[in-house]
């Protein structure tokens, strides 16, 4: 995944942003957003290009969720923007300058392009595998959505072939969390969000499916990932973000942000997580 112009940068530089081309997948601007008097997300920015993998990662309650959550309409901000491929993405501005939902509809044709990877699954539990794989397209009536062969395809592509008329319970964890990535690829989604996608899983079963992410990520999809796996933001990301209190409060190649360079702050995390 990495481009020739990530490789070719020193490494000790600070960049608080990447060079790029181009529209961004994503765009984050200057986002701010509360619940009540809890200052959640501060003046947020961040980009995501094509082909990019993203790992957000930073201690607990530190806005992570929050911020993968403004990217498919789940929360809104309270200022700021998003966009997805260059499409505002919910937060219209009124005449007094003050931003505002869009109508339901305009809602979920954008919501299209973006592909969301909950920590629980979220399966239809009375559905099989193919068939969850392919409710997704059919809940939105998408124009060249996949098929059945096409979802047996993504189940394929996730090792789950042999287990396309089995119901969610008679799956892993780890096999459920497969089955709920060929999900969220069916819709070929612009980008795919995973919110901590393996920590409701047993030890045991992490690794398969961070082999999964690893794979969709030598596909050259573009990803935004929150973990607090360091495996995923050392081996996978091609950009990690370290948030604190809201705030984007370190960011770079990874071996830059986790690496020698560490900020103390990110340092200390560090030792408490690996
Ligand atoms: P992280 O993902 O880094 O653990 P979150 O984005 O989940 O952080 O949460 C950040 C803060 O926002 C926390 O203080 C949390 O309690 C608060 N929060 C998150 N969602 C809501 C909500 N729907 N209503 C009120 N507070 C929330």
Redesign the pocket.
Known sequence: VASADRTDRPVLLARPRREHTGTPVVRVEDVDKS??D?T?LSDVDLDVHEGEVVVVI????????????TLNHL?SVDSGRVEINGALMGYKLDDSGKPHDLSDAEVSRQRREVGMVFQRFNLFPHRTSVENVLLAPTALRLRGAVDRAGALDLLERVGLREHADKYPHQLSGGQQQRVAIARAIAMNPKVLLFD?PTSALDPELVGEVLGTIADLADEGRTMVV?THEMRLARDVADWVVF?ED?RVAAQGPPDEVLGTGATPRVARFLQQVD
């Open positions: 619940f009540g809890n959640v930073g201690p607990s309650g530190s806005g992570k969720t929050t911020l993968l959550r929360e901590e929150v948030m809201g």
